[in-house]
């Protein structure tokens, strides 16, 4: 750790940024009209990231006079962040190419904010945490508008941006406050400064900012018309990466950090956590949009994923990173699903339009029954296993009562995510929706599919894995 | 004794040939059939080697297999059967290939799909039977909704939808309090066990803390009661029987519903045997107003199949209330009358299924005469008919005695008014066979109506046959039960009497051999199974009054 600036820390970081870039030029230098090759870049350039974080020692190291670190913490968030990247990236293809995205602008896009979900979690200040936050949220912007003809996906990055700038604005706001309350923005500082009013507000002030990018209500507002306006392969991704971004954040900022000091923040993300299961799974139950469901799955995800938090244990943050690793699988694979059929109009992102697909594909209607058991928390399935273990977690800690909501309101999405299946399976296909013609969807898809099994039934790998961020606490 | 690993084989065959039905050409129908017949019968067959080689003097778990699963939680792979889960086993594997029987010719659509949900169906209903581990039971117990719920929801009859998600809302409220306390459990066990665990075996050697205990004993219960049906929890089943295609209906009545009773055995007597003993009238009770319940409302159905799905919750309630007497000889009876309500109902909805086929009605008043149409069928409906109302003779006499005598023998006010029960499903019952079977032919379509097909009659035979083998000589399966279920009673009451308040930090009881040395250390049992509950048994035996 004597050099402040040891660059072999950063490799997966540089990696995926450089690649960003190389599909930047790549496209400007007339790659642009063979969109499959900038795809396969960005695969190479998640994949040769992903590489990276497994070379790369964990071994606490430090970097830029201590506000980064790479430790086991890092690396297991940014693996997940990754292969989320990656499915992400071969699910896309297909719609870049049929709806004529400009693919290069999309897959760099796609690259950075993936690299500022990975600088996130590696923060150990405040100001790199900013900068990831930042370096994650803008590419989103862009991405959720990056349909230009279309009106609903300018008005989701509008709505986003808009939105979105707010809420970084109260973040930075509370890491001025911290500064003040203790004369640095290292994450340590915060952990050892005396209880003050500035303190607190400071730390609300955070959490603030990254409830928004998490879409903990009451900040998950912008989350329906921004998913269902988006582009279909910017919601999937946005759904799964800005989740693990800012829940890195959490950990590092809640568990890592102040996790000896739960006592002051338990309860005010407590009270979120039980108000985000609540609201997102109540809302959800009425939707007629596959995207807005997803939209409103993804909020009441947000709050599984904080009772994992709250328990600010060794345990709960390994349950926390295989939830984000099974959510990350099993929401690209629903929404990979949606990405199979498409209509003449537009994207089939009606519920309705999904009906009877299995008699064409029963493997797709397999693969959907697979998600939403999986979303629902229904064993053999990776949901359960993560709903399973952040419980156990929370429950270690005391937080019965946030719990018994919690597997209630699991219970009240089972309505609206069988339904979904069912749709697939019953009734007569809708004319004028088909199946798209593509053979790297389908493999995402399975690649989910295989995952979210293998997750539920075969945890104990990933578990042990994921277990190795406990020495973070040590 | 365990060499070959039996259970799992029994678990996986169901799976395997599902993968196979799933390679199948999807418009061979037939042979979608027949394989999923051949792994069903398969498993049959596995089935009857462990109830053949099972050994009835023991009363410890048998067929054991362990394996670590996901070590770093405690949950293990551990499955194995004593005389409580032999018959439900047993009535698993009689059962499924009779509810695809019933599809065989009548379900002609999305065959492949109904073959492989049923045969997942079947692994995770084994599986509950069989987990000794509650996070592999509550995967299994999870499981079965899945196929269940597209089970109703594809192939059901008008109002399927509603009715599957009704289905699946209410079991699952009830089980994710279930699982709230598992997990409450397992953090309760690292004080006191050494090792945090979900071993079922092991976990019976936790003493509970008295303000904790009646909780934990609610949300298993509950989520139990909910699955019996146990009055006033019932309501979901009327609409999910009765919508359900045969297949499904007779897989609901003879195995599904037995989870909840299984459950309340093999869970809630032991773990919280505290609760279980001082709440037991108060489930008694709950018990008796289903059996009168039950049985009034079946009495004033139109619907032939609400009938028999009514007279289910009345006969699940005397299954509850003997399970409950916690009387050897009621316990027994209950078990055995879990198998029995399996072949008989299980029948009756067959019955009720062979019928719709022929004249698309569920009206009472669409039926009479049938026996003049229908020569070959009206005995052996008279035959399930006659053992579902427990005629001596028959298999449902045998288990409902044994119930009653046993409750009488230590809750007599209880006993009393369910007899009340019994007499209510002869009325109902034999009521339904006149209006159907006799009288004037008021069929719609007579010439529709033709006699049973071979097909058909292969249904009613094997329930035919366990009817009048389990009503004259029930003895093979209570012999096997009957070790198992004196040795629960004994843990039962010893661990009901025994002073519950120990120190949260205090070293394990030495009476109960499963400290964490005895179990958890212990890895894939090489000779036959020394099961903690077998040093158990001798002593409790004594405790006993």
């Known amino acids: 750790m004597t050099a402040a600036l040891d660059v072999r820390l950063l490799l997966p970081e540089l990696v995926v940024l450089g690649t960003a870039l190389v599909v930047l030029l790549a496209s400007v230098g007339g790659a642009a009209s063979r969109p499959a090759v900038l795809r396969w870049l960005a695969v190479a350039g998640a994949a040769a990231g992903l590489g990276a974080v497994a070379a790369v020692p964990p071994a606490g190291g430090a970097a830029f006079w201590g506000s980064y670190v790479r430790d086991p913490l890092t690396a297991a968030l940014q693996a997940v962040v990754l292969v989320g990247t990656l499915l992400a990236v071969i699910l896309s293809g297909e719609y870049v190419r049929r709806t004529r995205l400009d693919a290069g602008e999309f897959y760099a896009l796609v690259l950075v904010a993936a690299a500022g979900a990975m600088l996130m979690a590696a923060s150990a200040d405040l100001l790199l945490l900013f900068v990831g936050l930042e370096t994650l949220s803008v590419p989103l912007y862009v991405l959720a508008a990056l349909a230009r003809a279309d009106a609903r996906s300018q008005e989701a990055g509008l709505k986003y941006f808009l939105l979105g700038a707010f809420a970084t604005a109260f973040f930075l706001y509370g890491v001025a406050l911290a500064f003040g309350a203790t004369g640095s923005t290292a994450l340590a500082a915060l952990s050892g400064a005396a209880p003050s009013a500035t303190l607190r507000a400071a730390v609300a002030l955070l959490t603030t900012g990254l409830a928004f990018k998490a879409a903990v209500v009451p900040f998950h507002v912008w989350a329906p018309d921004v998913y269902e306006g988006a582009p279909l392969p910017v919601t999937a991704y946005m759904a799964v990466v800005a989740k693990a971004g800012a829940f890195a954040a959490f950990l590092r900022v809640f568990v890592a950090t102040l996790g000896p000091r739960v006592g002051e923040w338990g309860a005010v993300l407590a009270a979120a956590s039980v108000l985000t299961m609540v609201v997102g799974n109540v809302a959800a139950l009425h939707q007629t949009g596959i995207k807005r469901l997803l939209a409103y799955s993804s909020i009441a995800h947000a709050g599984f994923l904080l009772t994992g938090v709250l328990a600010a244990s060794p345990a709960g943050t390994a349950a926390v990173v295989f939830y984000l690793l099974a959510y990350t699988l099993m929401t690209l694979g629903a929404f990979a699903v949606v990405l199979m059929v498409r209509r003449a109009d537009g994207e089939a992102d009606r519920i309705a339009d999904l009906a009877g697909l299995a008699s064409r594909s029963p493997a797709l209607g397999a693969a959907m029954a697979v998600f939403m058991a999986a979303l629902t928390g229904l064993p053999p399935t990776g949901g359960f296993a993560a709903k399973f273990l952040v419980f156990t977690a929370a429950l270690d800690a005391g937080y019965t009562g946030v719990v018994v909501v919690g597997v209630l309101s699991s219970v009240v999405s089972a309505y ?26 389908p493999a995402a898809l399975a690649l989910a599919a295989a995952g979210t099994v293998l997750l539920g039934v075969f945890p104990a790998p990933v578990l042990s894995a994921v277990g190795q961020v406990a020495a973070v606490f040590r | 004794m365990t060499s070959v690993p039996w259970l799992s084989a029994a678990l996986v065959l169901p799976l395997a040939t599902a993968a196979v039905a799933a390679a199948v050409d999807r418009r ?18 596995v089935a009857g080697v462990v109830f053949v080689r099972f050994d009835a003097r023991s ?37 499924m290939p009779l509810a695809l029987l019933s599809a065989w010719g009548s379900i002609t659509e999305r065959v492949k799909e109904l073959v492989v949900v049923l045969l997942v169906l079947e692994s995770a209903l084994l599986g509950t039977f069989v987990a000794q581990d509650l996070v592999l039971f509550y995967v299994f117990w999870e499981a079965v909704l899945i196929p269940m719920y597209f089970l109703i929801g594809l192939w059901g009859g008008p109002a399927r939808v509603l009715a599957a ?15 709230v306390a598992i997990i409450v459990l397992y953090l309760q066990s690292g004080a006191q066990l050494g090792a945090r665990t979900f071993d079922l075996v092991a976990l019976q050697g936790l003493r509970l803390d008295p303000a904790l205990e009646p909780w934990l004993f609610a949300a298993f219960a509950l989520a139990l009661a909910i699955k019996v049906p146990v009055w006033p929890l019932h309501t979901w089943l009327p609409d999910a029987h009765t919508e359900a295609p045969t297949a499904g209906s007779v897989i609901l009545a003879a195995v599904l519903l037995k989870m909840g009773t299984y459950g309340f055995l093999r869970f809630v007597l032991p773990l919280f045997s505290a609760s279980a003993v001082r709440y037991a009238p108060a489930l008694m009770a709950l018990a008796v107003v289903g059996v009168l319940y039950g049985g009034a409302v079946s009495w004033a159905q139109r619907d032939v199949k609400r009938l028999v799905a009514m007279s289910s919750v009345s006969h699940l309630g005397l299954i509850t209330l003997g399970l409950f007497a916690l009387s050897p000889e009621a316990v027994q009876g209950s078990l055995l009358q879990m198998v029995n309500h399996g072949l008989s109902t299980g029948g009756l909805f067959l019955l009720v299924g062979v019928l719709y086929d022929r004249t698309h009605s569920r009206r009472m008043d669409d039926y009479g005469g049938v026996a003049s149409l229908m020569p070959r069928l009206a005995p052996l409906a008279l035959i399930v008919v006659l053992s579902s109302l427990a005629l001596p003779g028959t298999n449902g006499f045998v288990g409902e005695f044994l119930v009653l005598v046993g409750t009488y023998r230590v809750a007599p006010r209880y006993a009393v008014p369910a007899l009340g029960g019994v007499i209510l499903s002869a009325a109902y019952l034999l009521w339904m066979y006149q209006k159907v079977m006799h009288g004037p032919v008021a069929v719609r379509e007579p ?19 366990l009817i009048f083998w389990i009503g004259l000589y029930p003895a093979p399966l209570l012999r096997r039960s009957e070790a198992s279920v004196r040795a629960l009673l004994a843990l039962v009451h010893e661990r009901a009497a025994a002073p519950a308040a120990v120190p949260a930090q205090a070293p394990p009881a030495p009476s109960f051999p499963t400290a964490p040395s005895a179990v958890v250390d212990r890895g894939l049992p090489a000779g036959p199974p020394a099961d903690a509950r077998e040093f158990r048994a001798a002593p409790g035996g004594e405790v006993r009054p």
């Open chain 1, 416 to 441: 609206y995510y069988l339904r979904v299946a069912y749709t697939l399976f019953s009734g007569a296909p809708v004319p004028g929706v088909a199946l798209v013609e593509d053979r790297w969807v």
């Open chain 2, 28 to 45: 061979r129908t037939g042979a979608l059939y027949g394989v999923g017949m051949a792994g069903m019968l398969a498993v049959a067959a």
């Open chain 2, 59 to 95: 009363a410890a778990l048998q067929f054991v297999e362990r394996a670590p699963w996901i070590p770093s939680v405690g949950i293990g792979y551990h499955v194995g059967v004593d005389g409580i889960s032999l018959p439900l086993v047993m009535l698993t594997a009689v059962m």
């Open chain 2, 165 to 179: 998600m009704k289905f699946l809302l209410y079991t699952m409220a009830g089980s994710a309090l279930m699982l």
């Open chain 2, 447 to 465: 010439a529709a109506v033709r006699d049973l097909s071979r097909r058909e009659q292969a249904l009613f035979w094997p329930l035919v046959i």
